[in-house]
């Protein structure tokens, strides 16, 4: 049998970073909320039911924690695109999306998001 990617998805990560440009945003903690996407090839961890096989999405989410709830964004980009990376790090991953929220951001919108892609060339 043939398997295709695995498809990792995690979604609705709440997570508080300082995330903006205006004075009020840069001193004050707000929430984000991130969904990802991440696909890498499985066959191995599907035929032989081992660990070391498998993409640790575990250690890839606690990364991602660490480094929004660490860091300061000015730009939502900036933000999306460090997630991104941590995300498409392993030599495994194929194909990785990140979408970012910000809930609040507007006043008549329930949030702004924003998304980037990356896939692996080759």
């Known amino acids: 049998m043939s398997i295709s990617n695995a498809i990792i998805n995690i979604s ?4 508080r970073t300082y995330i903006g440009f205006n004075p009020e945003e840069m001193t004050k903690l707000q929430d984000v909320v991130i969904n990802i996407e991440i696909h890498y090839p499985a066959e191995k961890a599907c ?9 640790n999405y575990k250690v890839i989410t606690k990364n991602i924690i660490q480094h ?5 964004f ?4 900036k933000l999306v695109s460090d ?5 498409s790090d392993h030599e495994w991953v194929q194909y ?3 979408t970012i929220d910000k809930p609040h951001a507007l006043r008549f919108a329930d ?8 896939y692996c060339e080759g």
């Open 12 to 15: 609705n990560l709440r997570l």
């Open 47 to 55: 035929n032989s039911d081992n660990v070391e096989n498998a993409l």
């Open 68 to 72: 929004v709830e660490e860091g300061r």
């Open 74 to 77: 000015l730009l939502l980009e």
């Open 83 to 87: 997630v991104l990376e941590i995300c």
């Open 96 to 98: 990785a999306k990140v």
């Open 111 to 118: 949030s702004v998001s924003l998304s980037l892609e990356w």
